[in-house]
């Protein structure tokens, strides 16, 4: 087994098992990520205010300009009067002491009206100061409340809550898994639903994964009835209580099984010929008659005592002419052969009824046509005893083998189980054949799916959705350098005439008279005179120049330059839901609900199916409620958390992104302490309330009739191979 162990009789915590509730395993909530931050913001200081500044200043302004005026004119004053005074007198000393006594005056006056001014602002500061350091320690206070109250509220959260199935869910189709994680889901399921109906479990897996689930109900108090095949096929009533053509149908069913192409006239031949050996043996038909009969017909000896002579006669005799044996000899001879191994079939029942679970499992051992015989034959004994039900509907849980079943069987069950409201729960081994086609069918759930392919029709199935993604990241860097040289030469010749011509004539007269006086006789005298002249000059001139010059120039330039250049572009693409790759990394206990809404949009319930879990604390038996974002003034108050036990609405619809939270222990199956969600090392986990010691479940008494032929019956406990007394392994 794979619970852990404990004495017989005994569930402990297993019991939670048992609670009412259908559940397919259970959800992961790291219960600090509903942790509210305190969002109410840290008081800061107030500025004090512009006035208080401003007077401030301008008294100490004031202050310092009476002073400097008192010590420079009032002192200037006082000491011209004092000099003074040495030439007038008294008077102007007492002049220089009154100059003194008004500085001072002001002075004192500057004074009292800064100490005014700083006082008042002092004052404000304090008063300020104090207010903050109050309204800081209300918010310290408020804080520290508030976090107490969230680390009471995280630590009374639970970390796993239960995964329901849909209440108008028919039909679930589980693909994928090992065997341990298929018997981990089918105790799980198979538990929780027993509260609720009966159960029946058809194991065709060759290695008893109903196991765990009958030992625990068993331990519970549940009537279980565990019919193994074919080793304990003697106790089995798969052919129970089936009349004639019942049974003809079943067997004809049965052997035609592994052929979906079985021709007509085959089956019809087959069906005729044990119909009318049904009509030989009378009222009295089982498959060791059944066996006899055909034996006969083949003319083979019979010394099994199940006919009389008369009977043996008249099977030889009557039921079929010569002619007719030698052409149906094939059929004949391919029916004993079916049957001849199913003799035994049943004949240890002593009328013992069903369970409220039923176990039906092939047991450890090869396959053979006898064993694919038997579990078509379970199959068919299950639809006829939904038929049969008058009661509530069981729940139908079928763990297909390595071989699996006929599409056109599990068709027939399922239409059966619709028909009759019965719940229907198949689990694939794998993703292909039959399986491939009856996806979609009901509600669709995956374990891990190691084949490659397997994984790529699972991801098909849960289908594609558009989003943003990284599409080219673009990391450009690069250099350049340019150089170049450019070196002239040149040179120019030039040559210049210059001739000049110039004419001056020039013309020039004048004429002057004088009278002087002198005395005597002759007292006035008289002179005059004239000239005139002329002058010409003319300037011819012719100068010559030649001019050589010669330049040379090199110019070098050198440039240098660098860029880098980072460029991300995203890309709207068209991906899956789930990729392959994480279908095929799935741990064992990992179960995925593929749950589709109108319109398209695809939501996967992430689970873990592992019973152990209910061994840890912080397990809820209800699913997780949810709690929506509360406004940041209703984060200041102490939150009211709902009752962590009342069901949670309806799932947000919302496609699925993968969690980055663990959905299962990392070590299925380990010891309790060592799995599971570790709390903080300083927030140890103390539950306020303890919890009750868990109550045993009540199931309907043997003594009631629940079904036509006798109550819900608890035969003898079965021998599980490897199963140790007082221990559920």
């Given amino acids: 087994m794979t619970v852990e162990s404990t004495e017989a009789g005994q569930l402990g915590r297993y ?139 995280v630590r009374g959260l639970d970390a796993w809550g239960s995964l329901p199935i849909r209440p108008d869910t028919r039909r679930l189709d589980v693909f994928g898994g090992s065997q341990r994680g298929r018997e981990g889901f089918l105790t799980v399921f198979g538990t929780s639903t027993l509260q609720d109906r009966p159960v029946i479990v058809v194991d065709l897996t060759q290695a008893l994964v109903c196991r765990e689930l009958s030992v625990l109900a068993e331990a519970a108090g549940v009537p279980v009835d565990v019919q193994l095949l074919p080793s304990r096929m003697a106790e089995s009533g798969i052919v129970g209580g089936l009349a004639p053509h019942e049974l003809v149908h079943a067997l004809v069913e049965a052997v035609h099984g592994d052929n979906p192409e079985a021709g007509r006239a085959e089956r019809a031949v087959d069906t005729r010929i044990l119909t009318q050996l049904c009509g030989a043996l009378g009222e009295d038909v089982s498959l060791a008659r059944l066996s006899a009969g055909l034996r006969v017909l083949m003319g083979e000896a019979d010394d099994t005592k199940c006919l009389s002579r008369d009977e043996r006669n008249r099977i030889a005799d009557d039921l079929l002419n010569d002619k007719n044996k030698d052409q149906v000899r094939d059929s004949l001879f391919r029916l004993l052969s079916f049957v001849h191994p199913l003799e035994r079939l049943g004949t240890a029942r002593a009328g013992r009824g069903p369970g409220y679970l039923t176990c039906l499992a092939l047991d450890f051992g090869a396959g053979s046509a006898s064993t694919e015989l038997l579990a078509d034959l379970a199959v068919q004994s299950v639809m006829r005893r939904l038929s049969s039900f008058q009661e509530t509907a069981p729940s139908v849980l079928v763990a297909l083998g390595e071989q699996g079943l006929q599409r056109r069987h599990l068709e027939q069950l399922a239409q059966v189980c619709e028909r009759h409201g019965s719940q229907l729960v198949l689990l694939h081994p794998h993703l292909r054949d039959a399986a491939e086609q009856m996806i979609g069918g009901g509600t669709v759930a995956f374990m891990k799916l190691g084949n490659h392919q397997e994984a790529n029709v699972a991801a098909d199935f849960i289908g594609r959705e558009h989003s943003f993604v990284l599409h080219s990241l673009t990391d450009t860097e690069g250099r350049t350098v340019n150089t170049s040289v450019a070196k002239t030469i040149g040179s120019s010749v030039s040559r210049g005439t210059t001739y000049s011509e110039s004419a001056t004539r020039g013309r020039n007269w004048g004429s002057s008279s004088s009278t002087s006086y002198q005395g005597g006789d002759n007292p006035f005298s008289t002179s005059s005179s004239s000239n005139s002249g002329g002058s010409y000059s003319e300037t011819t001139g012719t100068s010559t120049s030649f001019t050589y010059s010669t330049n040379e120039s090199t110019t070098h330039t050198t440039g240098d330059s660098d860029s880098t250049s980072l460029a991300t572009g995203q890309q709207r693409v068209y991906e899956y839901v789930l990729e392959p790759t994480q279908l095929q990394a799935l741990a064992e206990f990992s179960l995925l609900v593929v749950e589709r809404h109108p319109g398209g949009a695809v939501q996967v319930h992430a689970g873990d199916c592992n019973p152990n879990l209910v061994l840890l604390d912080r397990v809820s038996m209800a699913p997780l409620p949810q709690f929506d974002p509360a406004p940041a003034a209703a984060q200041i108050a102490a939150p009211q958390p709902p ?52 109550q045993q479940p009540q199931w309907p008494s043997q003594g009631q009739p629940q079904q036509p032929g006798g109550g819900w019956t608890q035969g003898p406990p079965p021998s599980w191979p490897g199963q140790q007394p007082g221990s559920f392994r």
Avoid at 119 to 148: I, N, P, T, V, Y
Avoid at 679 to 688: C, E, G, K, L, S
């Fill in 643 to 694: 009752g962590l036990q009342q069901p949670y609405p309806v799932a947000p619809q919302q496609p699925y992104v993968p969690p980055t939270q663990p959905t299962a222990p990392q070590q299925p199956y380990a010891p309790t302490g060592q799995q599971g969600h570790q709390t903080a090392p300083h927030q140890p986990y103390a539950p306020a309330v303890q919890p009750a010691a868990p």
């Fill in 15 to 153: 019991v939670r098992l048992f609670d009412s509730g259908q559940r397919l395993g259970w959800i992961y909530r790291d219960p600090e990520s509903l942790r509210r931050p305190f969002v109410e913001p840290e008081p800061q200081r107030e500025q004090v205010a512009v006035g208080y500044e401003n007077r401030a200043e301008a008294a100490r302004l004031d202050h310092a300009d009476r002073r400097g005026s008192a010590l420079k004119i009032g002192g200037g004053v006082a000491a011209a009067c004092f000099l003074l005074s040495y030439f007038v007198g008294a008077v102007m000393a007492v002049l220089g002491v009154v100059a003194i006594v008004v500085g001072l005056a002001r002075m004192a006056l500057a004074s009292q009206q800064l100490n005014s001014a700083t006082g008042d602002l002092a004052a404000h500061q304090g008063s300020l100061e104090e207010r903050f350091q109050s309204s800081w320690q209300m918010w310290h206070q408020r804080r520290h409340d508030h976090e107490g109250r969230q680390e009471q509220w």
